[in-house]
């Protein structure tokens, strides 16, 4: 049974930097496009980053381009997303996702799991 578990979570000021963990227990993660996705209170989730099965590609969202890098280490079946400059805004509950053999692709419906999450707060 495949599970993805996130931790690193937790409340910072903002202009702080967090760090998200994801450790996947799946066979064969390297076959798997990992993303992070963020739901705001009130909000729909939304995309934030993703990697590549093969790590040849990452792509983020414009509002944390530049602030947020996504990043893996397939020995320990694990990505991160490594959060600086944080903001208001950015207050979420985190939530990876794992794409088998994925393209690398902000569209929640081509993730086949998900983790529970882990919250962020930021505070002005």
């Known amino acids: 049974q495949v599970q993805l578990v996130e931790s690193g979570g937790g409340l910072v000021q903002a202009g702080g930097s967090l760090r998200l963990s994801c450790a996947a227990s799946?066979?064969?993660?390297?076959?798997?496009?990992m993303g992070w996705f963020r739901q705001a209170p009130g909000k729909e989730r939304e995309f934030v980053a993703c990697?590549?099965?093969?790590?040849?590609?990452?792509y983020y969202a414009n509002s944390v381009k530049g602030r947020f890098t996504i990043s893996r280490d397939n020995a320990k079946n694990t990505v991160y997303l490594q959060m600086n400059s944080l903001k208001p805004e950015d207050t979420a509950v985190y939530y990876c996702?794992?794409?088998?053999w994925g393209v690398g692709t902000k569209s929640e419906g081509s993730y086949d799991y998900w983790g529970q999450g882990t919250r962020v707060t930021v505070s002005s």
């Open positions: 990697i590549k099965w093969d790590s040849s590609t990452t």
């Open positions: 799946v066979p064969n993660f390297s076959r798997y496009t």
């Open positions: 996702a794992a794409d088998l």
